[in-house]
């Protein structure tokens, strides 16, 4: 008793309050001088006829659906007696004590038909049992038979044994035909908890050689490993025997060796066979309580699935990670500043080359003295027009290349762009001074006379010596409208020379104001790219920097997190291998209670 106690107390320790409550039960029972055999065995196989064959009374199997008899508890009485007992739910323990309102008693003199009547009463299903009490020698003792239905599973078979408070189990089996491998799973799995179990080969008078059966049946057993005893019997010669009081046919049945059997249980029952189920009873327990122990400990074996070690291994990577998108990011932000500046340098050129072939253009026919108050204000105005629209398109550059380089981030850093997007001049042209007009010579009346005088003169020589061929005069008609000729082209001449000198003039200072506005604009794009860039540069540092600081404190908490948890690991473990100990000794003391059943 000391030793399934300390089992008790162990399973409550371990939070198993159903295995405790189940030992509970069962060392109440090995306490009571009673031994309640159980008789179960898959269906057809003759337990009700063993049963009445061995207390010679029909009371088990007596209703007319055979297997589906309700089970019989047959004990001793000086008088014969019987009640229909309904228990309150299928669970509950069949040697607990109930009142009268759940005992309906029964007729012994006609137990069928009193028992059908009764049970006729009952709702479908209701969790009942019979209570036989008869006057037999063998019963005297202290023996309680049990006519238990037909089991075929091993859940079905231990919670019957348990709940009907069994301290040994009869597996019946009909001699000529081996057991199953299902019964052999269920009489293993019986004989592991009810030492002594004996498997009854039935019907023996059927089959002409039981004895080899029986043979078979022990080896078979033996090479499963299951610790059973093995006997045939004969319930129809026992019954016969009984009647003609044969002695010799009643040994032929072999219900002697088995009524000697139960009683050498009957009497073992307060030591030895206590003892053995104390034992078998420990064991079980102590080797359910083992299994988590054994698989936790397997577990913590493997640091590779520990959460924290695992969110250490991943917060290091994360690390690594911000580390190289550092390198990354400043890479991306310096290669993109380079073709930005390249990029833009050429938009503007390219621009500016367009508004100066417009330019030249216009002055291919416009004349600069008449038309350069038209030309002025469009110039300004182009390029204004073309300082805002380099400098919006540099901004849309500037943006992308900040995303450009955010993605360089990991993906898990979140939104890094910063708030506002950095901003680039736009103004630069604001205050844009016009340009003047450039210096013109005026082709005054005196150099209009002057120019077509010379010209004229030239004009009357020619014509005026052409004429003296004639015998006309040096001055004459003719020589005077040849030099007004002459005048008048020269004068056109000139007037065409100084336009083109003025065009020429005023395409030289344009090209000269555009170069200048070109530097302008190009040297505000480059100060404006450098200021985004020192912008986004010193942004994504200090979201470096606070990834990465967030990192180093992820980190630490992960390593004092992976220390603890080391340290708690080791501190299981060391505690599962103590228990593992102490669940060792109890069950080198439960060998020991078996050992000395079995001496």
């Known amino acids: 008793m000391d030793t399934i106690d300390a089992v008790i107390r162990t399973c409550h320790t371990h939070g198993r309050p159903d295995l405790a409550e189940q030992l509970t039960r069962r060392r109440g029972r090995l306490l009571h001088p009673e031994l309640r055999v159980l008789v179960t065995g898959t269906a057809q196989q003759g337990r009700s006829r063993l049963v009445n064959a061995l207390i010679n009374a029909p009371v088990c199997g007596i209703l007319p659906d055979g297997d589906a008899a309700l089970p019989v508890v047959v004990r001793h009485a000086a008088a014969p007696a019987a009640h229909l007992i309904r228990r309150e739910s299928p669970t509950v323990d069949w040697t607990v004590a109930v009142g009268m309102q759940a005992r309906t008693p029964l007729a012994p003199e006609r137990l069928g038909a009193?028992?059908?009547?009764?049970?006729?009463?009952?709702?479908?299903?209701?969790?009942?049992?019979?209570?036989?009490?008869?006057?037999?020698?063998?019963?005297?003792?202290?023996?309680?038979?049990?006519?238990?239905?037909?089991?075929?599973?091993?859940?079905?078979?231990?919670?019957?044994?348990?709940?009907?408070?069994?301290?040994?189990?009869?597996?019946?089996?009909?001699?000529?035909?081996?057991?199953?491998?299902?019964?052999?799973?269920?009489?293993?799995?019986?004989?592991?908890?009810f030492p002594g179990l004996l498997v009854?080969?039935?019907?023996?008078?059927?089959?002409?050689?039981?004895?080899?059966?029986?043979?078979?049946?022990?080896?078979?057993?033996?090479?499963?490993?299951?610790?059973?005893?093995v006997t045939a019997v004969s319930s129809s010669l026992r019954v016969h025997a009984v009647r003609a009081g044969d002695e010799a046919l009643n040994k032929e049945s072999g219900f002697t060796d088995l009524i000697v059997y139960l009683r050498q249980m009957v009497e073992a029952k307060p030591?030895?066979?206590?003892?053995?189920?104390?034992?078998?009873?420990?064991?079980?327990?102590?080797?359910?309580?083992?299994?988590?122990?054994?698989?936790?400990l397997?577990?913590?074996?493997?640091?590779?699935?520990?959460?924290?070690?695992?969110?250490?291994?991943?917060?290091?990577?994360?690390?690594?990670?911000?580390?190289?998108?550092?390198?990354?990011?400043?890479?991306?932000?310096?290669?993109?500043?380079?073709?930005?500046?390249?990029?833009?340098?050429?938009?503007?050129?390219?621009?500016?080359?367009a508004l100066l072939a417009e330019a030249d253009e216009f002055f291919t026919t416009a004349d600069p003295a008449k038309s350069w108050d038209e030309f002025e204000p469009w110039l300004r105005q182009s390029l204004q027009d073309l300082a805002r629209t380099s400098m919006s398109w540099l901004t849309e550059r500037t943006e992308w290349m900040a995303r450009r380089t955010a993605d360089m981030f990991p993906e898990d850093a979140g939104d890094v762009l910063p708030p506002a997007a950095p901003t680039v001049g736009r103004d630069s042209l604001a205050g844009l001074s016009g340009l003047d007009a450039p210096p013109v010579a005026e082709f005054t009346p005196g150099?209009?006379?002057?120019?077509?005088?010379?010209?004229?003169?030239?004009?009357?020589?020619?014509?005026?010596?052409?004429?003296?061929?004639?015998?006309?005069?040096?001055?004459?008609?003719?020589?005077?409208?040849?030099?007004?000729?002459?005048?008048?082209?020269?004068?056109?001449?000139?007037?065409?020379?100084?336009?083109?000198?003025?065009?020429?003039?005023?395409?030289?200072?344009?090209?000269?104001?555009?170069?200048?506005?070109f530097t302008k604009l190009n040297k505000d794009a480059r100060d404006s790219v450098r200021r985004v860039q020192r912008a986004l540069r010193d942004h994504f540092t200090a979201v470096t920097e606070d990834?990465?600081?967030?990192?180093?404190?992820?980190?630490?908490?992960?390593?004092?997190?992976?220390?603890?948890?080391?340290?708690?690991?080791?501190?299981?473990?060391?505690?599962?291998?103590?228990?593992?100990?102490?669940?060792?000794?109890?069950?080198?003391?439960?060998?020991?209670?078996?050992?000395?059943a079995r001496a």
């Open 447 to 517: 150099q209009k006379l002057f120019i077509g005088l010379r010209g004229s003169y030239g004009g009357i020589v020619m014509f005026g010596l052409a004429t003296t061929l004639a015998g006309m005069s040096l001055i004459n008609p003719i020589s005077i409208g040849g030099g007004a000729l002459f005048g008048g082209k020269s004068v056109r001449d000139e007037s065409k020379t100084l336009l083109k000198r003025r065009q020429a003039e005023a395409r030289v200072a344009v090209r000269q104001y555009v170069d200048d506005i």
């Open 298 to 353: 397997a577990n913590q074996d493997d640091d590779g699935s520990s959460e924290t070690v695992a969110h250490l291994q991943a917060t290091h990577r994360r690390l690594d990670e911000l580390r190289k998108s550092t390198v990354r990011w400043q890479n991306r932000l310096s290669d993109e500043v380079t073709d930005l500046m390249s990029d833009i340098e050429h938009d503007l050129r390219d621009r500016v080359k």
């Open 114 to 193: 009193s028992l059908a009547e009764a049970a006729a009463t009952l709702p479908a299903g209701a969790p009942v049992h019979v209570d036989v009490a008869v006057p037999r020698s063998l019963l005297a003792g202290g023996l309680v038979l049990i006519d238990g239905p037909a089991l075929h599973s091993v859940a079905e078979a231990r919670d019957l044994a348990d709940r009907a408070g069994a301290d040994l189990v009869l597996w019946t089996c009909e001699a000529g035909r081996q057991l199953s491998d299902a019964e052999l799973g269920v009489v293993s799995a019986l004989s592991q908890v």
């Open 200 to 229: 009854v080969l039935t019907k023996a008078d059927y089959t002409a050689d039981w004895r080899h059966d029986l043979a078979e049946s022990r080896q078979r057993l033996n090479r499963a490993g299951i610790a059973a005893a």
């Open 271 to 296: 030591d030895r066979l206590a003892r053995a189920a104390a034992g078998a009873l420990s064991r079980m327990a102590l080797q359910e309580l083992a299994v988590p122990l054994h698989a936790e």
């Open 547 to 596: 990834l990465q600081e967030a990192a180093m404190e992820s980190l630490r908490d992960a390593k004092a997190a992976a220390d603890r948890d080391a340290a708690a690991r080791e501190l299981r473990g060391r505690n599962l291998r103590t228990e593992l100990a102490r669940l060792t000794e109890l069950n080198t003391q439960a060998l020991a209670l078996s050992d000395r």
